[in-house]
């Protein structure tokens, strides 16, 4: 407890002569670290978005007519009978219909005189569908079928997505890259014109057989705290931003209690890195 | 019980600092090392407390042996040497009681005998009552005596004095002078580095002399 109190009396010797530039380096290790905090939420719902939409990749192939049962049974049994595809489900007009008014309410189709909906089969596909030459091979197959007229498929979308996904995610990972850096330079720096402020002091304490260890852990438990806080602001922006997008514009999932954990120990870990780049060079005899 | 055998000092190709130095320090000494400036006296201190080390010869300080301990240990070394400058050197954001108890802080003491050994301290050096004064509140000669304080607090080998009185007046020379020496008489082994020869003869204690790095003899 007397080690602690020291160490946090030490650490605020040490900057509270450096106020301003310590609260300029907080606010440049937040700004910092808000980069890739922003960019790993992002990929995180495009992930979920991506993963969503894979877990129930369905074609809409729309009908001329209305089926018989029968006919509608054998032709289910021809469809699942294709490569790529492993489910089948019928949608008569009627069933179109009540699904929509489930969907939308009823005042959506009032006024008409019949129903102007399509029968079709939502076709359950592998995700080897993805590929655009195997869902081009596909539709022409279904639309083979004289009975089909139409086949509509969100596949570009989806491998349209999936690209995005591959590139938020680089970006993160340089991102991220970029911003360790940025942070350990900025603490180093900071906890550097510390220790110069305290030259004479730390000469002293040495003088009087401090060891490096006693002499500097104020300073990189300084460096700590510093990336710590600034990853904690990063947070509280970041929940602001997630809440803010999702009142106004689309529901967004924010981080994970552990994952928030991992981004404030990295940003307690790179002031910590920070700080003892900035100290090796000293206490040398 | 400090023993320097053909100790020299050299920086790359310059001219050395010391050459071949050799005496011995009984315990219980006061010892005055006396030379112009540039002689070597504070080089010589400067390898006593391991600021730097020897480029050849053997210190022994005690159980220490200067020339080969390891970077580690230096501090624990410097626990068991006092050393006191020209400039006083104190924190000068800690008061002159925080200044002293540094020392024992550093070695782990408890608060209650950091604050029993601090107040003897001061005492001994008679500043007890301006234990709670900033140094920018002290004079120099009492400033110097908190520095005396805070060297003898962890009772060490030896106390070393580089100039102690190179900042002071005639009277604060002469009070902290008489204090190193009724320091010496209970038993502090000492050792002044001085420039004023007169002064360190006053004493009839045994004077080194130095000359451009080499020992050039002593008297008393």
Redesign the interface.
């Known amino acids: 407890m007397r080690q602690l109190i020291r160490i946090a009396v030490e650490m605020w010797r040490a900057v509270k002569f450096e106020l301003l530039p310590t609260f300029g380096s907080l606010l440049t290790i937040f700004l910092a670290m808000i980069l890739p905090g922003i960019v790993w939420v992002t990929s995180k719902n495009l992930s979920r978005a991506d993963y969503e939409l894979r877990k129930n990749l369905i074609m809409n192939v729309f009908l001329a007519g209305e089926l018989s049962s029968s006919r509608a049974d054998t032709l289910k049994d021809e469809f699942l009978h294709i490569d790529g595809v492993t489910g089948a489900e019928y949608i008569s007009k009627d069933d179109a219909l009540s699904k929509m008014k489930a969907r939308f309410g009823g005042e959506i189709l009032e006024g008409l005189d019949e129903n102007p909906l399509l029968s079709s089969f939502e076709l359950r596909v592998t995700e080897a569908v993805l590929e655009p030459q195997a869902a081009r091979t596909l539709v022409m197959r279904l639309k083979a079928f004289p009975e089909v007229d139409d086949v509509v498929f969100a596949g570009e979308l989806l491998s349209r997505l999936g690209k995005i996904l591959r590139s938020v995610k680089l970006l993160g990972y340089a991102l991220a890259l970029l911003v360790a850096f940025t942070a350990i330079f900025i603490v180093a720096n900071t906890v550097r014109v510390a220790i110069a402020d305290r030259r004479k002091t730390v000469e002293i304490m040495q003088l009087v057989g401090a060891t490096r260890g006693y002499i500097l852990t104020p300073f990189v438990l300084l460096g700590g705290l510093l990336g710590l806080v600034g990853a904690v602001i990063s947070i509280f922006a970041l929940a602001w931003i997630s809440g803010y997008i999702s009142q106004s514009f689309v529901m967004i999932n924010f981080l994970m209690p552990h994952e928030i954990v991992a981004f404030i120990l990295t940003g307690l870990l790179l002031g910590m890195v920070g700080a003892i780049v900035a100290t090796r060079k000293y206490l040398k005899i | 019980m400090l023993v320097i055998e053909n100790v020299s000092k050299h920086y790359g190709h310059r001219q050395a600092a010391l050459t071949n130095i050799s005496f011995s320090v009984s315990k219980g000494e006061l010892v005055f090392l006396t030379g112009a400036s540039g002689a070597g006296k504070s080089t010589l201190l400067r390898l006593l407390?391991?600021?730097e080390?020897p480029s050849s010869g053997i210190i022994t300080l005690g159980p220490f042996d200067l020339s080969r301990i390891t970077?580690e240990k230096?501090?624990?070394?410097?626990?068991h040497v006092g050393?006191v400058f020209q400039d006083f050197?104190?924190?000068?954001?800690r008061t002159a009681a925080e200044n002293v108890a540094?020392?024992l802080?550093?070695?782990g003491k408890g608060?209650r005998e950091i604050r029993r050994k601090t107040d003897d301290a001061l005492s001994l050096v008679g500043i007890w009552q301006k234990r709670n004064n900033y140094p920018h509140q002290l004079s120099g000669g009492e400033a110097q005596r908190v520095a005396v304080a805070?060297a003898m607090v962890?009772d060490p080998l030896v106390l070393l004095a580089d100039e102690p009185t190179g900042n002071l007046d005639e009277q604060n020379t002469r009070d902290l002078l008489a204090l190193l020496r009724d320091l010496n008489l209970s038993g502090a082994t000492i050792i002044v580095a001085t420039h004023q020869v007169g002064l360190a003869r006053e004493f009839g204690k045994r004077v080194l002399h130095l000359l451009s790095g080499t020992l050039q003899g002593e008297s008393r």
Request: net charge positive; glycine share 0%; hydrophobic share 40%.
């Open positions: 407390y391991l600021e080390k970077r230096i501090p624990i070394l410097r626990r050393v050197r104190l924190i000068p954001e540094l020392s802080e550093v070695v608060r805070r962890n």
